[in-house]
T-cell receptor
C-alpha cells in the first residue's frame, strides 16, 4: 500500500455512459497526477494538479474528460459519453516537489 | 517533447544478471526514474538518477549518462519474483511530470 487510494478498483460501463473516478493522494503531497495505461504499454500522462490548480493537460485528454481537485486534496476524473477506446487502467499518483511519485492501485475501466 | 525507448521484453535465468537499457530525448531534463510494475498492480519506485553515474541499492543498480541520453537498470541475482515490467521515466525541466517509456517485460525462468 503506497498511501494513494483510488476508487473504484474496477468499473464496467456501457458505451455512452458517464463515469467518475476518485483519487485520494498522500496527505502532505501537493502534486497529483492522472495517467492512463493500456495493456503492455507504459502509463500515458493525462493531467496534473499542484494543490487545487490544474497546471497541465495532455492533448490526449479530449473534451469528454475533465478532472478536478477542488480543495487541493482528493481529485476526481470524469469521462463523459464513454467509448470503447476509453477502456484502460486509470492511475493516480502523488508527490511532493522533486521526489518520487507514489501510484495508487488504479481503476480498471471496461466499456462494453 | 520527450521520447523514451526501452526494449519490449527480456528473458533471463534465475540467479543471473539482466541489464535494461533506456534512451531518452527530451526538450528539458530533470532526472530519470525506474519503476517496477507487476501485472495488475501499481508501479512502485525503484530508483532516481539526476547526476551522471551509478546508484546502487541492494540487488538493483541504476546508471545515468546525461550527455548520451542513456540510462540502464541492472538487476543482479535474479529471483522469480523479479518477473515484472520495468518502466523508465524522465522528468522534464520544469520538474512537473513523469514521461514513461513503454516498459520492458522481464521474464525470469528457473
Amino acid at each position: 500500500d503506497t498511501g494513494v487510494s483510488q476508487d473504484p478498483r474496477h468499473k464496467i460501463t456501457k458505451r455512452g455512459q458517464n463515469v467518475t473516478f476518485r483519487c485520494d493522494p498522500i496527505s502532505e503531497h501537493n502534486r497529483l497526477y492522472w495517467y492512463r495505461q493500456t495493456l503492455g504499454q507504459g502509463p500515458e500522462f493525462l493531467t496534473y494538479f499542484q494543490n487545487e490548480a490544474q497546471l497541465e493537460k495532455s492533448r490526449l485528454l479530449s473534451d469528454r474528460f475533465s478532472a478536478e481537485r477542488p480543495k487541493g486534496s482528493f481529485s476526481t476524473l470524469e469521462i463523459q459519453r464513454t467509448e470503447q477506446g476509453d477502456s484502460a487502467m486509470y492511475l493516480c499518483a502523488s508527490t511532493r516537489r522533486d521526489t518520487e511519485a507514489f501510484f495508487g492501485q488504479g481503476t480498471r475501466l471496461t466499456v462494453v | 517533447g520527450q521520447n523514451i525507448d526501452q526494449p519490449t521484453e527480456m528473458t533471463a535465468t534465475e540467479g543471473a544478471i539482466v541489464q535494461i537499457n533506456c534512451t531518452y530525448q527530451t526538450s528539458g531534463f530533470n532526472g530519470l526514474f525506474w519503476y517496477q510494475q507487476h501485472a495488475g498492480e501499481a508501479p512502485t519506485f525503484l530508483s532516481y538518477n539526476v547526476l551522471d553515474g551509478l546508484e546502487e541499492k541492494g540487488r538493483f543498480s541504476s546508471f545515468l549518462s546525461r550527455s548520451k541520453g542513456y540510462s540502464y537498470l541492472l538487476l543482479k541475482e535474479l529471483q522469480m519474483k523479479d518477473s515484472a515490467s520495468y518502466l523508465c521515466a524522465s522528468v522534464g525541466a520544469a520538474g512537473n511530470k513523469l514521461t514513461f517509456g513503454g516498459g520492458t517485460r522481464v521474464l525470469v525462468k528457473p
